[in-house]
């Protein structure tokens, strides 16, 4: 066995879960590095919340290996590992005040009743709670008792924070300014988060690098704007954003970047995997990378087109444009952009455009 990196906070190295005849993890590795905000994004049942609770300690792995800082957990309990779990649901004791649950946790460690103190208020300071010790939960907004769960977690001083969509059940706005609240929080007290969310701006706000899962796989593992600019296969561009796929087959390749025939129009893109000419490809094109115009535009992957629906939805508009014999284009235009499109409607003629670089050649 390869001794583990101390530079990871968590290492899962060839970890295969099984339910039953259920596989729900099929091989993963990953590594988590000391220190950073990492988030475990995908679809139901794509095995992010299974991953923490390994992690956790709540399941075993059927085979494979998970450490959390430097050292192999085995069949380590829960209890004995050096993490803490925010639930989304919370799981405060509505019967007990602020204190009593943040403390909760070191007085079944026997931890002496003046360091409970000191540690206890410490932790509420860290998540913006002092005065509200005396309160109980149902006292509390859902803010206040998410920040609540977090302290009680806190306290503990784990190394390695684990949350599972512990925003779920607040409401947009609220869960807008955990979002910022949460990473500010990961950057004062300087452990390491592991979050599980399906929401992807949350991941893409908060996180330092975004594992993107589907059906126990792990698919890419990149910061944020890596994830979003550079997807690796059509699962991970669909499900980060909204994306044109124009399906096409390589006609001419160069250094970097290809030619593709896309109904009767040559879209050029750009890709990772040199593909071969003549085989059928996918070309990815997030909808605010297009420009639109009603005057004719210059660069590669220019055409004209027809407005077929306009849906504004305030900072932005968003368009649906036919081009050639069957191409149906979605593109998002800000409205303060002075391009001249905020001006067109359905029925109107225009023009789009976009780089070779913001189009992306996919496997599948």
């Not at 998540?127 to 939960?137: I, N, Y």
Request: charged share 25%.
């Amino acid at each position: 066995m390869n001794s583990p990196d101390p530079g990871y906070a968590v290492e899962l190295r060839h970890v295969t879960k099984r339910f039953g005849e259920t596989l729900a993890l099929d091989d993963i590795t990953l590594q988590i590095r000391d220190g950073e905000f990492f988030s475990m994004l995908g679809p139901s049942g794509c095995g992010k919340t299974t991953s923490l609770r390994l992690m956790a300690g709540f399941e075993l792995p059927t085979e494979g290996e998970v450490f959390i800082g430097a050292e192999l957990q085995g069949k380590r309990p829960a209890f004995q590992r050096p993490v803490n779990t925010v639930f989304q649901n919370y799981a405060l004791f509505p019967h007990m005040s602020v204190f009593e649950n943040t403390a909760f946790g070191l007085e079944m460690q026997h931890v002496p009743r003046s360091e409970i103190r000191d540690r206890v208020h410490q932790a509420l300071e860290m998540v913006q709670l002092p005065g509200k010790e005396d309160r109980t939960p149902r006292q509390l907004s859902g803010g206040q008792q998410q920040r609540v769960a977090l302290a009680r977690a806190l306290v503990n001083r784990p190394k390695v924070l684990l949350l599972d969509e512990p925003l779920g059940a607040l409401d947009l706005k609220l869960r807008k300014a955990m979002e910022l609240e949460l990473k500010a929080l990961q950057e004062r007290v300087g452990i390491t988060f592991v979050y599980v969310t399906h929401d992807q701006e949350e991941a893409l706000t908060m996180s330092d690098r975004i594992a993107v899962m589907n059906l126990g796989h792990v698919l890419q593992v990149g910061g944020p704007t890596e994830i979003y600019e550079s997807p690796v296969n059509r699962f991970v561009a669909d499900f980060i954003g909204e994306t044109n796929f124009l399906e096409g087959k390589v006609t001419a390749l160069e250094e970097g970047s290809a030619d593709v025939a896309v109904d009767s129009l040559h879209v050029r893109g750009t890709y990772s995997e040199p593909p071969k000419v003549g085989q059928t490809v996918t070309v990815a094109v997030r909808p605010e990378k297009i420009r639109l115009s009603i005057q004719p535009l210059d660069g590669p992957n220019t055409f004209e087109g027809r407005i077929e629906d306009m849906t504004y939805i305030g900072k932005d508009s968003d368009y649906r444009v036919a081009v050639g014999r069957s191409m149906r284009l979605r593109v998002r235009v800000q409205n303060q952009a002075a391009s001249g499109a905020t001006s067109l409607g359905p029925g109107d003629a225009a023009w789009v455009q976009w780089p070779a670089s913001s189009a992306r050649l996919l496997r599948e």
